[in-house]
């Protein structure tokens, strides 16, 4: 029978359902036939026909038709593997094969599965039609019983398990990727196969071409079901592109040129679009299958990875599955988690990058570089600038984040991604610029969203100044909300007004209202901004919106000029008119202020100074206003009255300056400043000259020459400024001093080689030296004066003292006298003073001026204040962008350098010492204010005034020079007195000194200075010994720069120097560390240095304990990353836990000597106890890690590799020993203290509380070392080794005490009558013999119910027993003071023994006659913590003791005070007897003082 028409006949056949006949057609025909019409019709379009009826044929009941369907299917697969289908027909055929897998036998779909696995192997790409019948196949022989497979039975189950081993073990083809994945996800794998299948892809990914990535991508995300599966495909991803695409980019970006020549495998466009794609199918594939929070809580491992997270890919793939990014519209930004999560790890990168330069330990742990996010940021924005915005909304909302935060790092961070970002996407601005001004609205307390709007408007005008809607708002807010807050958002609009006309008409409209309104603030805000407008007003920008000629003139202040004058700014041909027009405008509107209060006027006269001095077109009209009010102020004829000589008459109206409300002159009303209003219109004179026309000057000039040749001839009559003193007259004095001050800037602005109005100087200063006696001789009567008044208000009651300055209520009369020069005045007044030469004044004239050492002091004494004042200025003024500020204190700087620091041992000599301690402290207030105004450009500032520390100069860096003058002036007044009492003498090594801290922080620690700082201050402090407590602040320099510079044990040694200063517990401990001879450390700087220690030892703890979690983090990662990647992973983590450890040791050797030390109580020995609470918390977080990290049966070797065994063995015993008896000295201390106190009466309260205050940390400590421990054996049990770790522990020291709620009460009850009642009474000798019997009975008692700490003994391998008998105790100092005879407490403790390796007694002694044997209970380590949170009775305990003492020097009848017994170790060496009384008397007497710190000497 023909092939055609075995085709037709089953056609027409199936077609009519005669299924029978079918079946009984397909038996008749010969298997042959059959495989031959299957074969030649598989590639034509009946096959899936023909293939289709041929299945249906086979009788699945019959041996027969099931053996002949199964030779069928063999040459189907085989046809199927050899020859090349479309995809379609190849699916089809394989589903309709797999309809009837069901019906074939166990042995048959095993064949099937193993041709599958074939047609792996041979890894044909055209050929992968096993991807869709594999896992149906699986799927089935997985329900099937047990089955003989090549004669060997086995389960389902067992055969897919090994058949997913199988095919996951063996090498897959490149090729067959995407299928392979693809029949993956379409098997029920559980989550280990799952895992096993990532990691496989994982690794062989990195050798595909970008084009077939998103296909294998989206199969991957598909398999994945839960966040830690996902992460692997993604770190996977994040190499791949790491290593074909950024790695090269960022190696560009840092380099100043391209390798054009180089050939890549793939191009970076083919990257960037495999690239976005994958972004699509990871935002697809884990929409609804995975939420924020899970992803939250697997990237959490990661936290402190920042180079894991913030690469490209990695940030824009979690980018790309926040909610915020996929629906911007609707998501909230404040219910997302990721987010936040980013913003955590971008803070720890910052974090890292600050602490990796003041540490080379935390440098050489960290094992790379830290993420620049800038190189990230700007590679995300030029992604974005190409339309690629799969991650746009979401990098946007990531910013806002960082914005809103409250570090100042993740502002600059956000400010500068956001500037970027809209220069290249200014599409997305007016979105953002909305943003923004909403939150500078609501979150008022924040300055970083008016400081980005401001940037974003100097960055990108154009694109802001179209964002109206948004600026009419702000405008808006500005009427009602605070004037300092309307100024600092105000800052954003100024830069609009150059190109933006509407802008500044809106605001102008803004302005004039708030000039009319009737808060201060409001008006002083109208100010401000009228003043910006002036200063950035020019002739482009002056034109007014509307043309009609009402708009030019609406101020009726304007109609006060003359016709012409008018007619002449009007005219058309006037190339100035807008400008001339809307200048006196706005001065017209500032007129009005001229009439207002005292700060209204003062505000007017600084910031239109500041406008006048960018903007000197202002000032012929700003002249034209100020005149007639300048005139007011005095009385004097015109000049064609009257000639100009010193008979004319000229006086100052100084009630238009100040007055009084009443009789005593006690409320005054302050007018103006007349002083401020001198040196502002002194300012403008200057300036006008430089272009004199426009305006006549004369009449100006001539008053202010009055007022110089008057002051300087003291020919101007002053007002009676003599004692009594009265609020008006030191007022008066105040005005006096700022008009000669202003006089004085006056003469210094017109000074020129060819006047002498130098010379005028002197003599002006010397008027103001007297004002300064007088008003000293003011202030000196006017507390007198004022308590007169005061006693006088109290016996009158109609008069009233009430001292009150424009209505506000003032302490004192005479404030402190405030100067009004400003920074370019006093850099004026230094180079005049300093220089030798100077271009505004001729040599011979300012000798006198440099000679007298008044006037340098005083103008170095307001130099600094000036500069410090700086750093108070308020936010709105932004003095941080201001480049006329920084070159001001740049060129302030500079003369102070070159003329004072430089030459400073001279200027001692031969000057002055005050004036050389003035310099230092003006040097040093100029540093700190560049360091915290101007940081960023602190290496620009430094140059500025040290030419040696640009490349080539060979004079020595002004940290060298600093050093040097330290040098010498400890040679010379090293070892004097004068170095701590005299006041000057003092500052100039202090200042020095912290000047040279602060150019040290801002050293890289790779350059060559950083080291060899360290060198020569650790030189400075082992020759020189310090008498000056303030010089203290050398060993904070000291300890900051060993870290910066240097690795190993340091610390150890200056610990153990300070025991020599303050003594020690133990003075045979051995020492195997190198011994530091530091002489600065003394008992003068002990202190200091103790506390620097502790902040240098924190920090180290601080350091340890974030790698401590970045080494867990590492320990997860090095789960998820491929099999070929764990071992250099694993090799990171084990160098990690090494360089851990061995920090951990040098920390734990200082403090093992700091518990040596007889550190004084209180704040000092708090900080000590804080410590260890950190350092034990840091150690049970290592143990922990270890505990999670180390799972393999090589746990013990991997531990000894790590050093952590050597860490244990070195303070698993000793440190905790030393602990104990610390505790045993502070409670020693207290009870001492309180013994010492001879007071008749006592404050039970107060005493109480400062048990409790010394003590509160004790619990704390032992039980973080509990906690400690617990860990310890927890890891010793997983571990298994022969040598336990728990070998190097301390044992600890059994606390457990039980309390007697009626002992209690009756205790608390005794105390406070004890503490009321205590009285002076008479008592016979009977008395005190019944006393002294009582009070031994007393002592037993209490030895069985106080709370002690026993010290452990060890010997060997014995059992180890702590047992105290009645020899053995040391009692206490006996006290002088008396006791009241109380009723004894008697409990006893049943006696309990226990058997075991190691057992410890505790309070044992022999039996009394009326008390049983006392014993202590066994150890319960899982209580100690409990009970000693109770321990509060305690100092109850010891306050009964307290209580009862009294004075017997008195001679009065008394009672001996109970001494508390102390326990001793238990040793070979014979019983101490019992000291008798009158020795303890003595012994008691000698002893120092507790904040001294009282050694103790315990035996071992």
């Known amino acids: 029978m023909a092939r055609d028409s075995i085709l037709t006949w089953m056609r027409s056949l199936g077609e009519k359902g005669r299924q029978n006949e079918l079946e009984l057609l397909i038996q008749n025909t010969p298997i042959e036939e059959l495989k031959n019409t299957l074969k030649s019709t598989m590639m034509r379009s009946e096959g899936i026909t023909f293939w289709n009826y041929l299945l249906l044929g086979f009788n699945p009941d019959s041996k027969e038709a099931v053996a002949k369907r199964f030779e069928c299917v063999r040459i189907f697969m085989d046809i199927l593997s050899s020859i090349e289908l479309s995809y379609k027909q190849t699916f089809d055929l394989i589903t309709r094969l797999s309809q009837d897998l069901v019906t074939f036998p166990s042995d048959q779909l095993a064949w099937i599965v193993e041709h599958c696995i074939d047609g792996i192997r041979q890894g044909d790409a055209k050929c992968v039609g096993w991807k869709d019948l594999l896992p149906d196949a699986l799927s089935l022989l997985l329900a099937r019983p047990r089955f003989l497979l090549h004669g060997i039975s086995m389960d389902g189950t067992e055969f897919r398990d090994t058949t997913v081993r199988s095919i996951a073990t063996m090498q897959w083809p490149a090729s067959i990727l995407t299928p392979i994945a693809d029949m993956f996800k379409s098997m029920n794998l559980n989550c280990g196969e799952i895992l096993m299948v990532l990691n496989k892809f994982s690794g062989t990914l990195q050798e595909l071409s970008p084009m077939e990535l998103p296909a294998l991508c989206f199969q991957l995300f598909s398999i994945c079901n839960t966040a830690a599966q996902l992460i692997i495909p993604l770190l996977a991803l994040d190499k791949y592109f790491h290593r074909n695409f950024y790695k090269r980019l960022f190696s560009d970006m840092c380099s100043n040129s391209t390798n054009l020549d180089s050939i890549d495998s793939f191009s970076d466009k083919e990257l960037r679009e495999a690239e976005e794609t994958i972004l699509h199918h990871l935002n697809y594939c884990t929409m609804y299958k995975l939420t ?821 983090n590492l320990s997860y990662k090095c789960q998820v990353v491929p099999e070929i990647d764990q071992i250099y992973w694993r090799g990171n983590l084990d160098a990690m836990d090494r360089s851990i450890c061995t920090q951990i040791i040098h920390i734990s050797r200082t403090l093992l000597v700091l518990t040596n030390v007889c550190i004084p109580l209180g704040s000092s020995m708090d900080g000590l106890m804080k410590l260890l609470i950190q350092h034990y918390t840091c150690l049970k977080n290592l143990a922990k890690h270890y505990i999670s990290s180390y799972t393999s049966d090589s746990n013990m070797e991997n531990i000894r590799s790590t050093k952590f065994e050597l860490l244990l063995r070195d303070v698993g015993k000793q440190l905790p020993t030393n602990i104990y008896e610390l505790i045993t000295y502070i409670e020693a201390n207290t009870l001492d203290e309180e013994a010492q106190q001879l007071t008749k009466k006592r404050n039970v309260q107060t005493e109480r509380a400062k048990v409790l205050r010394e003590t509160r940390l004790i619990p704390k400590v032992i039980m973080v070392i509990e906690d400690f421990n617990k860990h310890i054996i927890l890891l010793s049990k997983k571990t298994k080794s022969k040598n336990r770790l728990t070998d190097y522990l301390h044992l600890g020291t059994m606390r457990d005490f039980d309390i007697k709620s009626t002992d209690l009460r009756a205790a608390i009850e005794r105390s406070i009558s004890d503490g009321r009642n205590i009285s002076v009474e008479d008592s016979n000798a009977e008395d005190q013999d019944q006393d002294e019997n009582e009070s031994e009975d007393e002592d037993k008692d209490d030895d069985a119910q106080s709370t002690t700490y026993p010290e452990e003994i060890e010997e060997d391998d014995v059992v180890n027993v702590v047992v105290e008998k009645k020899g053995q105790r040391r009692r206490r100092a006996l006290s002088s003071e008396t006791e009241d005879i109380e009723p004894k407490r008697k409990r006893s403790h049943k006696a309990s023994e226990k058997q075991g390796d190691n057992i410890q007694c505790e309070n044992q002694e022999e039996p009394n006659e009326e008390q049983p044997e006392t014993t202590s209970k066994s150890k319960r380590p899982k209580k100690d913590f409990k009970v000693l949170l109770k321990k509060p009775a305690k100092p109850l305990d010891e306050e009964k003791a307290t209580k009862k003492s009294n004075t017997r020097s008195l001679g009065e009848n008394s009672t001996t005070k109970k001494s508390n017994a102390k326990l001793k170790k238990q040793t070979a060496e014979p019983v101490e007897e019992l000291r008798k009384p009158d020795e303890q008397d003595e012994k008691k007497k000698s002893q120092a003082s507790r904040r001294l710190g009282v050694r103790r000497n315990m035996k071992n």
């Open 292 to 1112: 924020e929070k899970h992803l939250s809580i697997m990237f959490r491992n990661f936290l402190h990875m920042p180079d894991v997270i913030l690469t490209p890919f990695m940030l824009s793939a979690i980018i790309s599955m926040t909610s915020i990014n996929r629906d911007p519209e609707s998501a909230r930004i404040s219910h997302s988690i990721l987010l936040p999560f980013l913003r955590k790890v971008i803070k720890n990168n910052e974090e890292e990058r600050s602490l990796s330069i003041y540490s080379v330990w935390y440098r050489d742990t960290l094992q790379r570089k830290q993420v620049d996010l800038q190189q990230v940021f700007a590679v995300l924005i030029d992604q974005n600038k190409d339309g690629k915005d799969v991650i746009t909304p979401g990098l946007v909302h990531l910013i806002f984040y960082l914005l809103k935060s409250q570090s100042p790092k993740m502002h600059t961070l956000a400010i500068t991604f956001l500037t970027k970002f809209i220069r290249k996407r200014f599409i997305f601005g007016q979105g953002i610029i909305k943003l923004i001004s909403e939150w500078m609205i609501v979150y008022q307390d924040q300055n970083q969203f008016s400081e980005c709007l401001t940037l974003l408007s100097v960055a990108d005008t154009y694109t802001v100044s179209e964002c109206m809607k948004p600026i009419q708002s702000v405008m808006e807010h500005m009427q009602w909300l605070s004037g300092e807050q309307s100024m600092r958002m105000m800052n954003f609009i100024l830069p609009l007004l150059k190109i933006s006309n509407r802008v500044r008409d809106a605001l102008i409209d803004v302005l004039c209202k708030a000039m009319g309104s009737s808060g201060i603030q409001k008006r002083r805000m109208a100010i401000y901004g009228f003043c910006m407008i002036l200063k950035q007003l020019n002739n482009s920008n002056a034109m007014r919106q509307t043309s009609s000629a009402t708009s030019f003139c609406t101020q009726h202040s304007i109609s006060g000029y003359s016709i012409m004058t008018q007619n002449t700014l009007g005219s058309r041909s006037n190339p100035q008119r807008n400008f001339d027009m809307l200048t006196l405008e706005i001065i017209g509107m500032l007129r009005n202020c001229l009439q207002q209060q005292f700060d209204i006027r003062c505000t007017l006269y600084e910031n239109l100074q500041r406008a006048v001095e960018l903007n000197a077109k202002l000032v012929p009209h700003v002249l034209q206003v100020i005149d007639w009010h300048f005139r007011s102020f005095f009385d004097t004829p015109s000049a064609e009255e009257a000639g100009d000589d010193l008979d004319t008459v000229f006086r100052i109206r100084y009630d238009q300056l100040v007055s009084s409300s009443d009789d005593q002159h006690m409320e005054i009303q302050l007018k103006d400043n007349l002083g401020k209003l001198i040196q502002f219109v002194a300012n403008c004179l200057a300036i006008f000259e430089r272009a004199p026309s426009g305006y006549d000057t004369r009449e100006i000039n001539r008053l202010i020459r009055f007022c110089v040749d008057r002051m300087v001839a003291n020919r101007l009559p002053l007002e009676d400024i003599k004692p009594p003193a009265t609020h008006l007259k030191c007022a008066l004095v105040l005005q006096q001093l700022n008009i000669i001050e202003g006089i004085i800037c006056h003469t210094l602005l017109r000074s020129k080689p060819q006047n002498d109005a130098v010379s005028q100087i002197l003599p002006l200063f010397n008027q103001h030296c007297k004002l300064m006696e007088s008003l000293k001789a003011l202030s000196d009567s006017s507390k007198k004066t004022y308590k007169q008044l005061k006693q006088s208000a109290k016996n009158n009651s109609t008069s009233s003292c009430n001292l009150t300055m424009n209505g506000v209520p003032v302490k004192t009369m005479c404030t402190q006298p405030e100067n009004i020069w400003d920074l370019a005045i006093l850099d004026k007044l230094l180079h005049l003073l300093l220089d030798d030469i100077v271009s505004f004044a001729a040599p011979e004239k300012t000798v006198l001026l440099r000679s007298n050492q008044a006037l340098v002091r005083y103008v170095l004494s307001v130099t600094a204040n000036r500069v410090e004042s700086i750093r108070q200025e308020p936010d709105y003024k932004q003095l941080a962008y201001s480049k006329r500020t920084f070159k001001q204190l740049t060129d302030i700087t500079k003369v102070i350098y070159e003329r004072c620091i430089h030459r400073l041992p001279e200027l001692w000599a031969d000057f002055d010492m005050q004036s050389s301690a003035l310099a230092s402290q003006c040097f040093t207030e100029c540093l700190r204010t560049a360091h915290e105004i101007y940081s960023k450009k602190f290496e620009e500032f430094v140059k500025a005034f040290d030419m040696a520390s640009i490349k080539g100069n060979r004079n020595k860096e002004v940290i060298y020079v600093l050093q040097d003058i330290l040098d010498e002036f400890m040679k010379e007044y090293g070892s004097d007195e004068s170095i701590c009492k005299d006041e000057f003498i003092s500052k100039v090594p202090v200042c020095l000194l912290e000047s040279l801290e602060i150019l040290l922080d801002h050293i890289d620690y790779d350059d060559r200075a950083a080291t060899e700082s360290f060198t020569w201050i650790l030189n400075f402090c082992s020759k020189n010994e310090i008498l000056n407590s303030e010089m203290g602040s050398v060993h904070r320099m000291l300890f900051i720069q060993r870290q910066k510079t240097h690795l190993g044990p340091f610390f150890e040694s200056v610990a153990r120097q300070l025991g020599h200063v303050l003594g020690v517990q133990n003075e045979d401990t051995p020492s195997d560390s190198m011994e530091l001879s530091l002489k600065s450390i003394s008992t003068v700087t002990a202190e200091s240095c103790l506390q620097h220690l502790y902040t240098a030892v924190q920090k180290q703890l601080t350091d340890v304990e974030y790698f401590v979690t970045k080494a867990n």
